[in-house]
């Protein structure tokens, strides 16, 4: 059972260009979520879903774009890329009746 | 907009001492659960809370959800080098369909 994995684990940017972060489970959980994980600030809510086809900004939207076409993946897209958006990023999805998220290992991201 | 204020930030104690963490709140979450993340991984759930007033322990953690639902503690007895990391707390509002809410996160560092 793989649980939640992200790909790619380390990436490089240059300022402007655009990337894809994915995200997939095989748990088949309804609510999934992106967050962004800076020193002293916990983790921050990107975006989430509650299910396909179905998703809603967090707290720190700009900048990125999501979209849930299937129930397995969750794939996050850095339009233009910032260095304000170096940070790592974890994917999260959880049951509808189950209290515990379950996350992935994380994306290291650079942009320079 | 809800925010979890989570203290100390930093906690470096000597093994055999004993702490608490705070995670405080002026909105009410209908659970509020407390992570554990090792360098380079993703959070892992230690525990979930959702009555008022609940206390539950796994060994020599001690979890208290405050009265009205707004407010918990993490206390660790006897520390151990083991038990380094960033601990976070995360709450989950009702009505929101599976977001969390986290805190700043408190990085320990139990010395031997």
């Known amino acids: 059972n793989a649980g939640v994995t992200q790909t790619p684990k380390f990436q490089v940017l240059k300022t402007g260009q655009s990337m894809t972060l994915q995200c997939a489970q095989d748990m088949n959980h309804e609510y999934m979520s992106w967050y962004r994980q800076d020193p002293g600030m916990g983790l921050r809510l990107i975006h989430y879903?509650?299910?396909?086809?179905?998703?809603d900004q967090g707290e720190v939207p700009n900048g990125y774009n999501v979209s849930r076409s299937t129930t397995e993946d969750f794939p996050l897209r850095l339009l233009s890329a910032a260095p304000s958006q170096t940070s790592v990023y974890f994917c999260?999805?959880?049951?509808?009746?189950?209290?515990?998220?379950?996350f992935g290992q994380g994306t290291r991201l650079t942009v320079v | 907009t809800q925010l979890l204020e989570q203290s100390p930030q930093f906690l470096s104690i000597q093994e055999g001492e004993n702490l608490t963490v705070y995670c405080n709140s002026s909105?009410?979450?209908?659970?509020l659960q407390w992570y554990r993340q090792e360098p380079g991984e993703g959070p892992v759930l230690l525990v979930t809370?959702?009555?008022?007033?609940e206390v539950k322990k796994l060994k020599r953690l001690t979890f208290q959800f405050g009265d009205a639902r707004k407010d918990s503690s993490l206390h660790i007895t006897a520390a151990q080098p083991g038990d380094t990391g960033l601990y976070l707390c995360a709450g989950a509002a009702n009505n929101q369909g599976g977001k969390l809410i986290f805190g700043q996160g408190t990085e320990l560092s139990v010395k031997p």
């Open positions: 809370v959702v009555t008022g007033g």
């Open positions: 879903s509650v299910g396909a086809g179905i998703t």
């Open positions: 999260a999805s959880k049951g509808r009746f189950n209290t515990e998220a379950f």
């Open positions: 909105s009410v979450f209908s659970s």
